[in-house]
């Protein structure tokens, strides 16, 4: 895809402040047709540049715990181990990183004795793992996808 321009930008950031928003609510919006809206959206969507997706609330469906794993890798297991970890369903996000943790994690749990059971059966050295850190959120401030566009 060619360098976005001003109208793909506001085309985002109505989708972002509202992604039921229709092609012609939009066009609407920003004073011009449908089809320009549409023909825009459809070519940032096919070139990857962004996509719909519903939000689950886990609380809401039965997973109260959020817990932050944070993992100290054997040495040549870090990618092993995460594409292993990805595999699971509590499993939201995992990522590798520079620094103290080779892996972060980030899983919901339905309550603590999920995230023990998770902790002591499978984050093991026979697994790769040399060390965990577990922190459970208490209270949170901001969940945003939303990128900063302007």
């Not at 060619?2 to 972002?16: A, M, T, V």
């Not at 023909?39 to 886990?58: E, H």
């Not at 998770?118 to 996808?145: A, M, R, W």
Request: hydrophobic share 35%; glycine share 8%.
């Amino acid at each position: 895809m060619g360098k976005l321009d001003k109208l793909d930008f506001l085309i985002l950031e109505y989708f972002q402040q509202d992604g039921k928003c229709t092609y012609s609510q939009i066009a609407r919006k920003l004073g011009v047709s449908e089809g320009t809206v549409r023909k825009r959206a459809t070519k940032m969507r096919k070139d990857g540049v962004f996509d719909f997706m519903i939000r689950i609330n886990p609380v809401k469906v039965g997973y109260s715990v959020k817990a932050f794993i944070g993992i100290h890798s054997q040495l040549g297991k870090q990618h092993e181990i995460g594409q292993w970890l990805k595999t699971f369903p509590q499993v939201i996000y995992i990522a590798s990183y520079s620094g103290y943790h080779d892996l972060i994690l980030q899983a919901y749990f339905e309550n603590n004795e999920a995230l023990v059971h998770f902790v002591n059966t499978e984050l093991t050295p026979e697994n790769g793992i040399e060390g965990i850190d577990v922190s459970i959120q208490l209270k949170q401030y901001k969940d945003s996808i939303s990128y900063l566009l302007s």
